[in-house]
């Protein structure tokens, strides 16, 4: 089972940023996934949420409004679309498949001017 995070990296307050999760080695269609984000010397936190038909999605209120989860099952690959970010986004984002406890390596994101 592999999780590949990738499409992190500086931008500035009030940009945008779209993270991707490539995923193998289990069938992809079938499970929720997840986002969280670590940011340094805190708790990994939850971000957001997807159902595998995309039809159940959930925010943490931080995030709520200005980040966009989505997924494309014939692409093994889920998204997270950030919008209107802020130096407190900045953290280190992972996804996650819960049912199978299987994490990502992580993509830095640094919000800064």
């Known amino acids: 089972v592999q999780l590949v995070e990738s499409g992190g990296g500086l931008v500035q307050p009030g940009g945008s940023l779209r993270l991707s999760c490539v995923v193998s080695g289990f069938t992809f269609s079938k499970f929720d996934m997840w986002w969280y984000r670590q940011a340094p010397g805190k708790e990994r936190e939850w971000v957001a949420s997807i159902s595998p038909g995309s039809s159940r999605i959930n925010y943490a209120d931080s995030v709520k409004g200005r980040f966009i989860i989505s997924r494309d099952n014939a692409k093994n690959t889920v998204y997270l679309r950030m919008n209107r970010v802020k130096p407190e986004d900045t953290a280190t984002y992972y996804c996650?498949?819960?049912?199978?406890?299987?994490w990502g390596q992580g993509t830095q994101v640094t919000v800064s001017s």
């Open positions: 996650y498949v819960e049912s199978l406890n299987y």
